[in-house]
């Protein structure tokens, strides 16, 4: 079946603009995450949305930056007035649950986000 | 606050050759990930351990989980070419919550 998709692929933007970037999770998936991997580094954790529970935002790295997720479907994470520092690749993954257990987390390809 | 370090970071070795990374972490957790991530590329799964002494093995490659000395390998035998990637181990605190990362290795077999 089809995996995690984002999109846009990659995005070129400038200093001070907003950003969205889009995530489609695996169907049925009812955890969703962000993660951001800046260049040759390992992944950091963003956010983390779990079936209509309240949002874990405790990686969110300032108040630039929002996540919002409809339902059990798309998520979209917001970056407002971009800096340099924001330049990375911006991971999506969700993940199933059965009997109270989470299972892996399956990535999707990225966004590459560069602040010019 | 979780931290996880492999070691080393940065791997080159031959092919045939065998090899160990290490994953240690910093708290009680008994779900250990193993990820592998090409250049340009997103993150493939390639091993979930969910207890201890739990023992994974695909191909080359051989995973293992000791829970008590918080401690995880990732044993390559005989490398070849095609292994060489980053190699990130992941740890979540709580089933389903987030996953904390390690820096990664990064793996070079050379012919």
């Known amino acids: 079946g089809a995996g995690v998709s984002q999109s846009p692929s990659n995005k070129v933007t400038e200093k001070g603009k907003d950003v969205e970037l889009r995530c489609d999770p695996i169907s049925g998936h009812t955890a969703l995450y962000w993660y951001r991997q800046r260049l040759g580094q390992g992944l950091e954790f963003l956010i983390y949305?779990?079936?209509?529970?309240?949002?874990?935002k405790s990686g969110l790295p300032s108040d630039r930056f929002s996540a919002e997720r409809t339902g059990e479907s798309v998520s979209t994470l917001t970056i407002q007035r971009t800096q340099q520092e924001d330049s990375a690749v911006y991971l999506c993954?969700?993940?199933?649950?059965?009997?109270?257990?989470?299972?892996?987390?399956?990535f999707g390809p990225g966004t590459r986000l560069t602040v010019t | 606050e979780l931290k996880v370090e492999q070691n080393p970071l940065f791997l080159s070795m031959q092919e045939g050759k065998n090899y160990t990374i290490y994953c240690n972490y910093s708290t009680t957790s008994d779900r250990l990930y193993w990820y592998r991530q090409d250049p340009g590329k997103s993150l493939e799964s390639l091993f979930v351990?969910?207890?201890?002494?739990a023992v994974k093995q695909e191909g080359r490659l051989m995973a293992s989980l000791d829970t008590k000395a918080r401690l995880s390998t990732l044993h390559i035998t005989a490398a070849v070419h095609d292994l060489s990637a980053t190699y990130f181990c992941a740890v979540d605190e709580t089933s389903g919550s987030r996953l904390t990362f390690g820096e990664g290795t990064q793996l070079t077999v050379n012919p």
């Open positions: 949305f779990q079936g209509n529970s309240a949002p874990d």
């Open positions: 993954a969700s993940s199933s649950r059965s009997g109270g257990i989470y299972y892996e987390q399956y």
């Open positions: 351990l969910l207890s201890n002494g």
